[in-house]
Structure formats: structure tokens, C-alpha cells
């Protein structure tokens, strides 16, 4: 429905991990939530859940690393606030379409998201079902 470009705070051997072109957004979502800072504003935190970016080989042991830990999003106030209110809607997620480097940063692609219902299920069973028949039709002609 929409998109957002944000950063990601990584550690030094994240980033050369991804720069090397490793790392999977297979499974990886987004969480906003309310921070924990006693402050007079709300603070919000967007986070990277579950996004697998594995060990730099070339640094050496690192004994402490979860290659899938949180890692937290930068955007700013209004877009954070703008996301949480989208969230709250029923339906809707936000999901990291891609990662990439510009200007030496490292940056993910999020996009809002609307999950399929139930009619929208059948139909996609139903187009692929069809869509079966036409290339085992298509196949036997040809032998």
C-alpha cells in the first residue's frame, strides 16, 4: 500500500556482512512501539524483528552474536507516529521489502501490508488450479 526507506542501526560487522551481500529478510517483520524513556513526548521505537544477517567471517570469533537479534529502525517522529496509527488498523503489517547501501548507508525498504481473507484465498487456489489444467492440456497437444 505504502513504503518508507529507513536505516538501520548495525553493529561494524553487520554492515560489511551485508555489504558483501549477505543477510535474508525471510521471515523478518516490523514492530512500533511505545519506547520506555520518561519523557514528556510519547516516544516510539520501530524494530527489525527476525532479519538474519550472519557473521562477518574476516573480523574473527565474536562469542556474543544472535544473528537474529532486534535491531532498531531510524525514521523519524511523525513517520514512526504516522506507522503506529496504520498498524492499529485491522489487517495491516509492515513488512522489509529490501535491503541496500546509499551514499555508504546501509537502508531497508518497509512497506505496509494487507494480509489475503478468506474470498481472496479461494480465488488465488482457484486461479492456480486453472492455471494447472491450461499447461497440462498445453503439454499433452504437444506430445
Do not use: C, F
Not at 561494524?12 to 524513556?37: F, H, N, P
Not at 532479519?51 to 532486534?70: F, S
Not at 495491516?92 to 548507508?105: E, F, G, I, M
Amino acid at each position: 500500500m505504502e513504503t518508507w526507506e529507513a536505516g538501520i542501526a548495525l553493529s561494524g560487522s553487520e554492515v560489511k556482512s551485508i555489504k558483501t551481500g549477505q543477510g535474508d529478510l525471510k521471515g523478518a517483520y516490523v514492530r512500533v512501539r511505545a519506547g520506555t524513556a520518561p519523557t514528556r513526548r510519547r516516544q516510539l521505537v520501530a524494530e527489525l524483528l527476525n532479519m538474519y544477517i550472519p557473521p562477518y567471517l574476516k573480523a574473527g570469533p565474536q562469542p556474543n552474536y544472535e544473528p537474529r537479534r532486534t535491531r532498531r529502525l531510524l525514521l523519524h517522529r511523525r513517520e514512526m507516529g504516522k506507522l503506529l496509527g496504520l498498524l492499529e488498523t485491522k489487517g495491516l503489517t509492515l513488512v522489509p521489502l529490501s535491503v541496500y547501501t546509499r551514499n555508504h548507508l546501509i537502508k531497508v525498504t518497509i512497506g505496509l501490508g494487507k494480509g489475503k481473507t478468506a474470498v481472496d484465498k479461494r480465488e488465488t487456489i482457484k486461479q492456480r488450479d486453472i492455471d494447472r489444467n491450461v499447461r497440462q492440456r498445453m503439454l499433452r497437444s504437444v506430445r
